[in-house]
């Protein structure tokens, strides 16, 4: 089925490891975005990719960094993990069909990640 | 700064009785508003999309309006059933930034 494709679904670190969350569209979306969803917090986005070649910071960008290795993957790179980054992530996609029709977000079935 | 509100945060209805859920926002300056159901522990499930140009769409027993020039969207559950149990989240597409959401609503349906 198409959509957004994430991995892994579950993860724990150690303070201090990193790791990094793949994500990978097959929709020919010109957008990437991850996000992160905390209790009480909703959802927030962390970087984004307008298209492909070009990231922009989001609401909590601090201790991420992204690489958007081409048109279908997107990735979040956590260097050195803290257990305030525990949370629950999740990779999106969207397009846009000529000027005026943006389209709506496809997400990912989200990443659960725990640092202890 | 665009801000999304939904109100009320829960809610609780009988099986079968008609509910909405609003969503308010700031800035009227948007593309688009989509509607997403999340069940607990799982990913985002889009139910509606409404372009800024729209003033409704409508999927099976669900209706969602948009008034952008007061900056308010409103949820329709016909019919609600227990299967309708969820969090119902609102978020708005605009420029220079990517789809923002309210805190959602969580909705219990019971048998």
């Known amino acids: 089925n198409a959509g957004v494709t994430q991995t892994p679904k579950f993860q724990v670190l150690k303070t201090g490891q990193s790791m990094t969350l793949q994500c990978a569209q097959d929709m020919n979306h010109n957008s990437m975005y991850w996000y992160r969803q905390d209790p009480g917090m909703g959802l927030r986005l962390i970087y984004y990719?307008?298209?492909?070649?070009?990231?922009d910071k989001g609401e909590v960008p601090n201790g991420y960094n992204v690489s958007r290795l081409n048109k279908r993957e997107f990735s979040l790179r956590l260097e050195s993990a803290a257990p305030s980054q525990t949370s629950v992530y999740f990779c999106a996609s969207s397009g846009k069909t000529g000027e005026t029709y943006y389209g709506g977000y496809t997400f990912g079935s989200g990443t659960r990640l725990t640092v202890v | 700064k665009q801000e999304v509100t939904q109100i009320p945060a829960a809610l609780s209805v009988p099986e079968g009785e008609n509910l909405v859920l609003n969503c308010s926002f700031t800035?009227?300056?948007?593309?688009?508003l989509q509607w997403f159901r999340q069940d607990p522990g799982k990913g985002l499930t889009s139910l509606l999309l409404i372009q800024s140009s729209q003033r409704e769409q409508t999927s099976g027993r669900l209706n969602a309006s948009l008034d952008k020039s007061s900056g308010r969207s409103t949820l329709y559950i016909a019919a609600s059933q227990p299967g309708d149990s969820a969090t119902y989240l609102c978020a708005v597409n605009q420029a220079g930034t990517a789809l923002i959401f309210g805190k959602g609503t969580t909705l219990s349906v019971s048998s």
């Open positions: 800035d009227s300056a948007i593309y688009n």
């Open positions: 990719s307008a298209s492909e070649g070009t990231t």
